[in-house]
């Protein structure tokens, strides 16, 4: 996958934690630490997206769904 320069301004005690991160080698310089902080972020909204999706889930009426299924398809399965 290809890569974008862009510009970015940030806080002066930002960019000194990156520059001690790089220093310790923690990131081989300031572009790896900024995606990995950006990657990180957008992997946690995501996961919050979903937990909200996930939360206006109806528990008893997808109970009720998944058992009138099991009711009507449970009398044509075949005995084992």
Not at 37 to 58: C, F, H, S
């Amino acid at each position: 996958m290809g890569k974008a320069k862009i510009a970015i301004t940030l806080d002066e005690k930002i960019v000194s934690r990156l520059d001690r991160l790089v220093k310790q080698e923690a990131y081989t310089n300031r572009s790896q630490a900024i995606e990995a902080a950006i990657r990180d972020k957008l992997q946690r909204l995501d996961r919050t997206r979903l937990a909200q999706e996930l939360n206006k889930i109806d528990p008893q009426y997808e109970k009720a769904l998944a058992e009138e299924g099991i009711a009507t398809d449970g009398a044509a399965w075949p005995e084992f």
